[in-house]
């Protein structure tokens, strides 16, 4: 995990950080309009039309359990390569592009096999901030992700 560069966004007050490499694109959320579908698990928010391509947009604060809280004018969608897709998260607001040496990294806390939380790679330590640090692929590829693909909307 070694001298890798994130792009660090917050959520709720706190810093987190997803390897540069996974992002496609960062977005305004106000300039577009989230299509809310019904029957998909509470983490996908819904989905947007981005260049004439279904884009499945995940609500993060409800991926970490936080308080509930509506897209702001200054929310971003990080735009990620997962596989063959590109999927969106919500976040408050990007912040900064980070790169991180071997010294200023922690390995991820080592909690409680009944958590699922696979998707924390470490902490970066800048300064006195600490950024969490996200693995792109677990955070999208858990229970209630399923295959988004068209067909599901014919399913529905």
Do not use: W
């Not at 810093?15 to 490499?21: F, K, N, R, T, V």
């Not at 063959?84 to 990007?94: A, Q, Y």
């Amino acid at each position: 995990m070694a001298n890798i560069q994130l792009v660090v966004f917050e959520i709720n007050g706190s810093e987190y950080g997803i390897d540069a490499l996974a992002v496609n694109g960062i977005l305004r959320s106000k300039k577009f309009k989230v299509q809310k579908i019904p029957g998909v698990p509470e983490v996908i928010e819904g989905m947007i039309n981005l260049r004439g391509q279904v884009n499945y947009i995940y609500n993060l604060r409800t991926k970490f359990g936080l308080k509930e809280a509506a897209i702001e004018d200054e929310s971003k969608f990080i735009m990620l390569n997962i596989g063959s897709r590109v999927v969106g998260c919500i976040v408050d607001e990007v912040t900064d592009i980070v790169r991180f040496d071997d010294a200023e990294l922690e390995p991820a806390p080592n909690l409680s096999a009944s958590h699922n939380m696979k998707y924390l790679k470490g902490i970066g330590k800048v300064e006195d901030r600490m950024i969490i640090i996200l693995d792109p692929l677990e955070l999208l590829s858990t229970d209630e992700t399923l295959d988004l693909s068209p067909d599901l909307l014919r399913n529905c």
